[in-house]
């Protein structure tokens, strides 16, 4: 069984520009969580998407955003890039949306130069 | 106050040792607990999951819970110079997972 595919795996971009990450998850998982990981601040979650609706949420500014399909392969977008969203983005999918148990399996990650 | 927090480490353990990791976490809500390795520019991978009150093994693995002192720990025995590596503590209520910053444990020949 094929694991969680993150594309693209690295990225550099400009300040101000945007960008549009790619998660397909386990096939048959319908929940696909986002994450950013810095040095400073670990791993932080951004959203999750479960049948293609929003269910959680972070602490992030609305220039994080994403998506779902109906194949529950989801994309994030940041848009107005900053030099702090330099990070490694994490996806990561489960069977069904956060519930006692329920296990997450990562991606690869996308790693984000933003200069 | 963080809402899972572990000791940042480095841990340092000689080969074939016991290798302790701990992490306490603030919200009662928090019903599930994981534990994921990540070796460095890798994703994290699990190596544990605990939701009953104990402990469980897997291995050379033993995690333990005590939801009263909302506290997690994980065990690593026979420890490799393969288990070093940064250990991701995490727990997850019906809405949210919260991660801890991760302690970098490190095996000594």
């Known amino acids: 069984k094929a694991g969680v595919t993150q594309t693209p795996r690295y990225l550099i971009k400009t300040r101000g520009q945007q960008v549009t990450l790619s998660c397909s998850p386990i096939s048959g998982h319908r929940s696909v969580s986002w994450y950013q990981q810095t040095p400073g601040q670990g791993l932080q979650f951004l959203f999750e998407?479960?049948?293609?609706?929003?269910?959680n949420k972070g602490n992030f500014p609305g220039r994080f955003s994403g998506r779902q399909f109906s194949n529950s392969r989801s994309e994030m977008n940041v848009s107005t890039l900053e030099l702090g969203d330099s990070a490694l983005y994490l996806c990561a999918s489960s069977l069904e949306s956060m519930r006692v148990g329920n296990i997450q399996y990562f991606g690869a990650g996308t790693r984000l130069s933003v200069l | 106050q963080k809402e899972v927090e572990q000791n940042s480490g480095p841990l340092s353990v000689p080969e074939g040792a016991i290798a302790s990791l701990n992490c306490t976490y603030s919200?009662?809500?928090?019903?599930?607990f994981f534990w994921y390795r990540q070796y460095s520019g890798k994703s994290p991978e699990l190596i544990m999951f605990i939701y009953s009150n104990g402990d469980k093994e897997d291995g050379r693995f033993t995690a333990q819970l005590n939801k009263a002192s909302q506290y997690v720990s994980l065990l690593i025995r026979d420890s490799q110079p393969s288990d070093s590596a940064t250990y991701l503590c995490?727990?997850?209520?019906?809405?949210?997972?919260?991660f801890g910053s991760g302690t970098r444990l490190s095996i000594r020949p």
């Open positions: 919200d009662r809500g928090s019903q599930s």
């Open positions: 998407y479960f049948s293609e609706t929003q269910r």
């Open positions: 995490a727990g997850s209520s019906a809405s949210k997972i919260i």
